[in-house]
């Protein structure tokens, strides 16, 4: 099961994010972030100097998700690390020989036709 963005579920086009700009997009409380953050290792924010958390696109994409498993899905929170981690291993398998040999015989193909 691929787990996609909630449609209307803007994320602004930004490289990070404070936390209280996290809050208002994923409508979630600061609290249940640092929680989840603590919970899940898909979530790491960056640290300022100063200690502020700075969350990236794909930190606000995994908190999506997460909400979207726990709260929709009705998983337990253990029940959602395993299906991440399930899922990310899903993508990332190697792709099989016979796919590559193709692709390979297309290009070489593709090759031989500019030549």
Not at 3 to 11: E, K, L, M, W
């Amino acid at each position: 099961m691929e787990i996609q963005i909630p449609p209307g579920t803007p994320i602004p086009d930004k490289l990070y994010f404070k936390i209280g700009e996290v809050t208002e997009i994923t409508d979630l409380a600061a609290y249940v972030l640092r929680f989840w953050e603590s919970e899940f290792n898909v979530i790491s924010p960056k640290r300022t100097e100063s200690g502020q958390r700075l969350y990236r696109k794909a930190d606000v994409e995994s908190i999506l998700k997460i909400k979207y498993l726990l709260y929709e899905k009705k998983f337990t929170i253990e029940g959602a690390k395993k299906f991440l981690k399930n899922s990310s291993k899903q993508n990332t398998e190697p792709v099989p020989q016979t796919a590559l040999a193709e692709i390979k015989s297309e290009l070489q193909l593709i090759r031989s036709m500019l030549d």
